[in-house]
């Protein structure tokens, strides 16, 4: 089965930064549409940073752009999320997802104001900023 796990959150100093890993397996689909996601208590899920699998094309959201970074190893099966010079209002719990084709909903590829879009998320992990 589909299998997203994620990893590498933490609690770290404003200005610190973290580095969050996405193991995937179980995953037959090829240059599908992935993303990362954030969501924090009381907002709404959104995508930070949306990608084709094997490359192709990459998306950030403005509020990330500069900042953070995707990287993909596949051989080890792992995207990466980057996330430099961090913030408070970055705190969230980060999500890795998948969908199972490439999509370009807003012009832009792999960017979708809706998570259902994409079908399968890992479970999150945690990521707290303090001042």
């Known amino acids: 089965q589909v299998q997203l796990v994620e990893s590498g959150g933490g609690s770290v100093q404003a200005g610190g930064s973290l580095r969050l890993s996405c193991v995937v397996s179980?995953?037959?689909?090829?240059?599908?549409?992935m993303g990362w996601f954030r969501q924090a208590p009381g907002k709404e899920r959104e995508e930070v940073a949306g990608?084709?699998?094997?490359?192709?094309?990459?998306y950030y959201a403005d509020s990330v752009k500069g900042r953070f970074t995707i990287s993909q190893d596949n051989a080890k099966n792992t995207v990466y999320l980057q996330m430099n010079s961090l913030k408070p209002e970055d705190t969230a719990m980060y999500y890795c997802?998948?969908?199972?084709?490439?999509?370009?909903?807003?012009?832009?590829?792999?960017?979708?104001?809706?998570?259902?879009?994409?079908?399968?998320w890992g479970r999150g992990t945690q990521v707290t900023v303090s001042s």
């Open positions: 997802a998948a969908a199972t084709t490439q999509f370009r909903r807003t012009g832009s590829w792999c960017y979708s104001p809706h998570p259902e879009d994409f079908a399968y």
């Open positions: 179980g995953y037959a689909h090829s240059r599908n549409c």
């Open positions: 990608f084709t699998r094997g490359g192709g094309s990459t």
